[in-house]
């Protein structure tokens, strides 16, 4: 029933957004001689911030065609090499790289947006690495006869694509899946796989989200798995290719990190309407373009979005030493050679101070020289990995990183 009168209300509003759309581009016609009245630029940008505001957006493109180098700008090739029923990973490569330039597996997170929301996370790490993303699906898209996907599946999967790229690989993870990610790395050590990744790079990470928690840690915390599994999972609609299969809804992820900021969206479009009216097309186009990402969302399956909120948010498996993969306990002191490098936001109000930290205090068998933390000033979670401080302040420190643990060539 909640997929379904989310689905009313999407389509009601999509007429509603393309009434509005056509309706602002009568009212600024030139040819329409209600557009030289005073209150008509005031509702024509009215109705296009709202047309903007209620549409619907699909899967976008990463659309990296080229990267600046050396103030030239170089072509990105972009391909899938290795295509899985639950995501793809997706290979970017710069012309003109350096043969002995780093490979790296950036790891996007599975939490209700789409892999092109590190869209520039990958468009600067292109610049000087060979990039691999995981471009994970949308679980209403995949047929229930492909299965489940839990975090188990997860780990696996990031085996198996850094198998694909090779050794001597680098590993980054944004957020979520930096507890994943850290297990991958843990399992590969212990098994002496010749895959592991030569760096990891946790950004914004719940890895103990007993530090510093926030408010998405309390919601986690003030309510038992069972509410979780009654109040936000449903079914996939018939009209999809994955009806019948148990989602966690994107459109409640989305709905939930529009309630925490609610003021500073209202206040955006806001901003948006004044450059609308004032005739700064650019900036209202960077503040649309910044919704169309944020807006694009893609659906979870039940099992590995319970999992995540029982294991990580509810149980701390991972610090506690009890995070379990196939019925093995994760061992992450078999990690002694997979150099890490934590990073947080000084303002994220997702993964608070601390909890990606917490996994250099968690790896004994790594040396103090394998380790290192880097707190981003003023940077928030969105900020991380986008925009000018990740380009400007962070990106470096990881290319640092990557630089003084290079590939030995195994």
Same mark, same amino acid.
């Given at each position: ?32 001689? /209600? &557009?030289?009245? =005073?209150?008509?630029?005031? +509702? ?8 903007? @505001?209620? %549409? ?105 694509? /850094? &198998?694909?790229? =090779?050794?001597?690989?680098? +590993? ?8 994943? @990610?850290? %297990? ?227």
């Amino acid at each position: 029933m909640l997929y379904n009168a989310y689905e009313m209300q999407r389509q009601f509003l999509s007429g509603a957004s393309a009434w509005a759309a056509v309706s602002a581009q009568w009212l600024t016609n030139p040819r329409n001689p /209600l &557009g030289y009245l =005073g209150f008509t630029p005031m +509702m024509a940008s009215a109705l296009d911030v709202f047309s903007h @505001a209620s %549409a619907s957006y699909g899967k976008p493109a990463f659309g990296i065609e080229t990267v600046p180098v050396d103030g030239k700008d170089m072509a990105v090739t972009e391909t899938v090499v290795e295509r899985r029923a639950f995501g793809d990973l997706r290979h970017f490569k710069r012309d003109g790289l350096p043969e002995d330039a780093p490979r790296l597996l950036i790891v996007a997170p599975m939490s209700g947006h789409y892999a092109t929301l590190l869209r520039g996370t990958v468009a600067r790490m292109v610049e000087s690495a060979e990039v691999w993303v995981t471009d994970w699906a949308d679980a209403r898209t995949v047929n229930v006869d492909k299965g489940t996907f839990d975090l188990d599946d997860y780990i696996d999967y990031l085996i198996d694509f /850094l &198998g694909v790229i =090779g050794p001597d690989a680098h +590993m980054l993870a944004v957020c979520q899946p930096s507890v994943p @990610a850290l %297990a991958a790395t843990a399992v590969m050590a212990k098994s002496g796989d010749p895959n592991r990744p030569v760096t990891l790079t946790m950004m914004g990470g719940p890895i103990d989200t007993r530090q510093s928690p926030t408010t998405v840690n309390d919601l986690a915390m003030q309510r038992p798995l069972a509410w979780f599994r009654t109040q936000v999972i449903t079914t996939v609609p018939l009209q999809y290719e994955g009806a019948g299969r148990r989602v966690y809804p994107g459109f409640l992820q989305l709905a939930g990190f529009m309630t925490m900021n609610l003021g500073e969206h209202m206040m955006s479009h806001y901003e948006m309407f004044k450059h609308l009216r004032a005739g700064d097309d650019e900036s209202a186009e960077k503040t649309k373009d910044f919704y169309e990402e944020y807006r694009s969302v893609c659906d979870m399956t039940a099992e590995f979005y319970l999992q995540t909120v029982e294991e990580v948010f509810q149980k701390h498996s991972l610090p506690k030493g009890e995070f379990m993969h196939r019925g093995e306990l994760v061992d992450l002191g078999a990690i002694t050679d997979t150099a890490i490098l934590a990073i947080e936001g000084e303002r994220d109000d997702i993964s608070g101070i601390g909890q990606t930290r917490a996994a250099l205090d968690i790896t004994p068998g790594l040396s103090m020289k394998h380790k290192k933390y880097h707190l981003a000033p003023g940077a928030g979670h969105y900020g991380i990995f986008n925009g000018s401080k990740w380009r400007e302040q962070i990106a470096p420190v990881v290319e640092e990183w990557m630089a003084s643990h290079p590939a030995t060539g195994g």
